[in-house]
């Protein structure tokens, strides 16, 4: 074979070989989850504050897609002033897991910060003793240790319902009702600038975010498409909204808690069902205390619920 002959040869390889890799199909493009933080000013006092936005994995380059969101309402010990402070809110719930832990959710995550509204004034050690080392942080490999449950000393024993709510306050002092403007706008603001699905936003909270789901899905009765209060209950004087307007809803309960005892839970649920309402799911951890936020959130099946619900 002379050179010319060679060269020709060489010529229909390489092209053989162009023609059969564009015949390949392409790999699929992906890309990992970011965190984003958004400001506004808060209708509260008119400074401005910040709140987290988890974008799920494939989020920017699947850009066709619309993603369900939830809309995440944390704790006491989390409040704080919305700039340097925000970060305490990564220290449970949905975000925590997303972020921190690594959990492959498919959700885009609001994750606001309620005010202190003179938290920090009343002595409450797990306010005033906290430290900016409880804050976890995304490792670059692998994912941090969790946190060991609260122990819980005392035996598992079943209490009877407690009977008249007449007068027990529906709202704990100092919270998330006293944010509605904000809550509303940051919602607002997500499902205008990203890709959310409007039929698919749901609500879920713990502690004192738990009786703030209750209390901010019985005044947007029509918004959410499924709520999930966490050891936090709902006051029988918030149940009507929710009854007429059928949001599905999953209640979470620790037997063993003491901060939030769970006799209280069983009025509003038990109106739930007076009213005719049909999606009311109650699950109580009978071995465990007021954290137990942390198996619920670290739960599959408790997402996969979320997802099979739609407004």
């Keep these: 074979m002379n050179r010319f002959t060679r060269l020709i040869a ?3 390889l390489l092209s053989g070989a162009r023609s ?46 619309k993603w369900p969101v939830i809309l995440f309402l944390h704790g006491n010990g989390e409040r704080g002033n919305g700039k340097e402070d925000l970060d305490y809110v990564l220290i449970h719930g949905p975000l925590y897991e997303a972020w921190i832990q690594k959990k492959d959710l498919p959700f885009i995550i609001i994750s606001p910060q309620l005010h202190m509204f003179g938290m920090d ?10 430290s900016r080392t409880q804050i976890p942080e995304r490792l670059d490999e692998g994912t941090p240790p969790r946190s060991p449950y609260f122990a819980t000393p005392k035996p598992m024993t079943g209490v009877p319902s407690h009977i008249d709510m007449s007068l027990i306050p529906p709202l704990l002092p100092g919270g998330w009702d006293k944010v509605d403007g904000d809550l509303m ?4 603001a997500v499902q205008h600038d990203f890709r959310a699905d409007k039929s698919r936003l749901y609500l879920t909270g713990m502690s004192y975010g738990g009786f703030g789901t209750w209390w901010l ?16 209950w709902g006051h029988p004087s918030y149940i009507a909204p929710i009854a007429k307007h059928q ?19 069983y009025p509003g649920l038990n109106r739930l069902e007076q009213l005719g309402h049909a999606h009311v799911r109650f699950t109580t951890h009978e ?3 007021h954290d137990a936020w942390r198996r619920v959130y670290k739960s599959d099946d408790f997402y996969q619920w979320l997802l099979e619900q739609r407004r």
Excluded: C
């Excluded at 965190?35 to 380059?61: A, G, H, M, Q």
């Excluded at 498409?225 to 966490?230: G, N």
């Design 10 to 12: 060489l010529g229909l």
């Design 20 to 65: 059969f890799a564009e015949t390949q199909p392409a790999e699929p493009v992906s890309s990992e989850p970011s965190l984003e933080r958004i400001s506004y000013v808060s209708k509260v006092d008119n400074k401005e504050r910040d709140f987290f936005v988890y974008l799920p994995r494939n989020y920017k380059t699947e850009p066709e897609k």
């Design 121 to 130: 004034k009343r002595g409450i050690s797990y306010i005033d003793n906290r």
């Design 185 to 188: 706008h940051i919602v607002n």
């Design 217 to 232: 899905a019985s005044q947007h009765p029509t918004l959410f498409a499924a709520i999930a209060p966490v050891v936090g």
């Design 247 to 265: 949001i599905p809803l999953w209640q979470f309960a620790g037997g063993r808690d003491h901060t939030v005892p769970i006799q209280y839970f």
């Design 287 to 289: 071995d465990m205390g």
